[in-house]
């Protein structure tokens, strides 16, 4: 059977069927540990300091900038800004969204 009749018959493009013929296993992306970042620590800092920049964790952490944008994501944690601010208060509010939230 041909590579076109054998795409036909399951509803799939010929270029897809030969680069599935070509690497038949899924390739995995990450040959390293999830993260050196503790995610506790990291909830306890947005705790103590809801206003602090992703550089100033960084630093307080001992990790890079991506890696706690990473962390973030991975928490679900959003920064909305307060349009109600003020000098005495915060300039954002930061929030944990559970699963279903952040659907």
């Not at 040959?31 to 990291?42: E, F, G, R, S, Y």
């Amino acid at each position: 059977m041909s590579f076109a009749e054998t795409a036909d018959l399951f509803g799939v493009g010929v270029t897809s069927l030969v680069r599935w013929v070509k690497k038949p296993e899924p390739q995995t992306h990450r040959h390293k540990p999830a993260t050196k970042l503790n995610m506790d620590a990291l909830k306890e800092d947005i705790q103590l300091y809801p206003d602090a920049y992703q550089y100033e964790r960084a630093e307080r952490l001992g990790v890079s900038s991506m890696g706690i944008w990473h962390a973030l994501k991975r928490l679900n944690v959003t920064y909305k800004k307060n349009a109600q601010t003020s000098q005495g208060r915060s300039r954002k509010a930061c929030y944990f969204l559970s699963r279903a939230e952040s659907l």
